[in-house]
């Protein structure tokens, strides 16, 4: 019996490894041991250490403060550009209304 069919019969066909998402630090990539503590961030992602989870913790927090930036320039680009444009109109039953819109 050749080793191929052997594995097959007994179920170990040959997979690839899908590692647990424990086995190892989320940032470092570090082994997380069995007998270890494990230190977790936002519900299911580990770490080896308070200080990777707080290295990770703070450019979560910087990418959002980044994002927010980036959607209030976002939004006021759009306000300005909305409340330029002068009122005309399109027929003679609709008019284009123009005016300040604020979101929150």
Not at 71 to 99: F, I, L, M, W, Y
Request: aromatic fraction near 10%; charge should be positive; hydrophobic fraction near 25%.
């Amino acid at each position: 019996m050749k080793k191929s069919s052997a594995l097959y019969y007994t179920g170990c066909e040959e997979h690839q490894y899908q590692p647990h998402f424990l086995d190892a630090c989320f940032l470092c990539q570090r082994p997380l041991g069995h007998n270890t503590d494990i230190f977790m961030y936002r519900g299911n992602t580990p770490f080896c250490s308070q200080e990777c989870r707080q290295e990770q913790m703070e450019m979560d927090e910087a990418n959002e403060r980044k994002w927010k930036l980036y959607s209030k320039k976002s939004s006021k680009n759009t306000h300005r550009t909305k409340t330029e444009t002068p009122a005309k109109e399109t027929d003679t039953n609709k008019a284009v209304r123009t005016g300040t819109v604020a979101v929150s």
